[in-house]
């Protein structure tokens, strides 16, 4: 049984990973070659989020939520988005959205299933970064909440414009990250620029 943790405000960076084209994979392969190949990722993500002193708080079928709360956990949520991609690369397609903000956390549940809940718009935010990625052509984005917390806040970030989000009054700025090696992508928005 896992300790009760109290619920408490917390102000976190969020990554929310997915693996790009699971569903048709897992639509022609066997169940035993769709999990192994999930575990196989799994085996590389998790360890990376861990060494940048984040933690994987859900396994969501085909990726991951990863949360990072240390007083840098900005800088270390996008240090881990940039090892994630370099430790998958040639294995597994991804993308990767990146928030900050003030989410719940605790334990929650009932009817004798109990987990760590990590609750609040931020979480939803990096989730729908994250399905940006997929119109832009980036492996990863991040918003403005995350680039204002970061140390070196001009470090190969580029603006990619502003998201509309469903149930939010104002859009979100966000940008896209240049990783070494890899040459910024020039694809444009489908929503306001």
């Not at 003030?102 to 979480?123: A, F, H, Q, R, S």
Request: glycine share 12%.
């Amino acid at each position: 049984m896992t300790a009760r943790v109290e619920p408490e405000w917390a102000m976190v960076t969020v990554a929310f990973v997915d693996i790009r084209g699971f569903t048709t994979f897992a639509d022609r392969a066997t169940a035993r070659e769709a999990v192994d190949y999930l575990n196989g990722f799994f085996e590389l993500a998790v360890p990376v989020v861990e060494r940048h002193g984040g933690s994987v708080n859900k396994l969501l079928g085909d990726g991951i939520l990863a949360v990072f709360a240390t007083p840098d956990h900005a800088d270390r949520a996008l240090d881990c988005s940039a090892g994630l991609l370099a430790a998958v690369d040639g294995r597994y397609r991804i993308g990767i959205g990146v928030n900050s903000g003030l989410v719940l956390v605790g334990t929650i549940g009932g009817g004798g299933l109990t987990e760590l809940g990590v609750i609040g718009d931020p979480v939803n935010v990096s989730a729908r970064v994250q399905d940006a990625t997929r119109e832009l052509g980036e492996p990863l984005l991040l918003t403005q909440a995350t680039r204002c917390l970061l140390e070196d806040t001009e470090a190969g970030l580029e603006p990619r414009g502003e998201l509309v989000l469903r149930g939010k009054r104002d859009p979100v700025q966000i940008y896209s990250v240049t990783l070494p090696g890899r040459p910024p992508r020039r694809k444009e928005p489908a929503w306001r620029h």
